[in-house]
């Protein structure tokens, strides 16, 4: 009965590298969140993907960022070229239909988080 | 555009007293609204939620209210216990179902 995963849980990178962040939702959920948490503030929305489909990427910088939720494995968040502000905590969801539709209550189910540091 | 704001950055209580943490939206299409709360190097937690349509929702020592006219909901905790203590981050789900909006959080502290 796991939850969503994340990994890796912590990852440090110099400027101008790749970030790939890995995320698999919870069994049975066919829908992915994407949220950033910048220190010291709130969680905010990046993207949200069905399986082999951007739903909604309007949280997304338009440059460098990148999410895939292929029919098979994880879902992945890329960042290219990272840059010191991208250093975050990176935050997956899933629920089994879009929010809201899931259940009464519209929950979203959260992983633990990935903490990029960029140097 | 902030959309959810959480005014209060922090709040302190004694433990077995009342916490209340307030939230205030702009968006009147928001279908529900949800309060999660987070524990450090942790991911957020849902806690408890309530339809736009309702005014009050309880659980336990939780309970949320709605006011729709002020655009102001509140999550009341009673008693406060200091295991409580945690970000409390208050959501927005828009009435697509698609995407929740959080606030920056509020910090609660519960002393024994």
């Known amino acids: 009965n796991a939850g969503v995963m994340q990994n890796p849980r912590h990852l440090v990178r110099r400027r101008g590298q790749e970030a790939r962040l890995r995320c698999s939702p919870m069994?049975?959920?066919?829908?992915v969140y994407w949220y950033r948490q910048l220190p010291e503030e709130g969680l905010k929305f990046m993207v949200y993907l069905q399986k082999e489909n951007i739903i909604d990427e309007s949280g997304m910088p338009k440059e460098r960022f990148s999410a895939e939720f292929p029919k098979e494995g994880p879902s992945i968040l890329r960042i290219q070229q990272v840059v010191r502000g991208d250093s975050a905590a990176y935050f997956c969801?899933?629920?089994?239909?879009?929010?809201?539709?899931?259940?009464?209550?519209?929950?979203?189910?959260f992983g633990e988080g990935s903490r990029l540091t960029v140097l | 555009d902030q959309q959810v704001k959480q005014n209060s950055p922090s709040l302190s209580v004694q433990e077995g007293r009342i916490s209340i943490l307030n939230c205030d939206y702009t968006?009147?299409?928001?279908?529900?609204f949800l309060w999660y709360k987070k524990y450090p190097a942790e991911g957020p937690t849902f806690l408890i939620s309530i339809s736009s349509i309702k005014d009050k929702n309880e659980d336990g020592r939780f309970t949320v209210f709605l006011n729709k006219s002020a655009k102001h909901l509140s999550l009341h905790i009673v008693p406060s216990q200091p295991g409580d203590s945690a970000v409390y981050f208050c959501a927005g789900l828009n009435n697509a179902g698609n995407m929740l909006t959080f606030g920056g959080g509020t910090r609660l502290m519960v002393k024994p």
């Open positions: 069994k049975g959920h066919s829908h």
């Open positions: 969801a899933s629920s089994p239909l879009p929010s809201g539709r899931a259940s009464t209550t519209g929950e979203l189910f």
């Open positions: 968006n009147s299409m928001f279908d529900y």
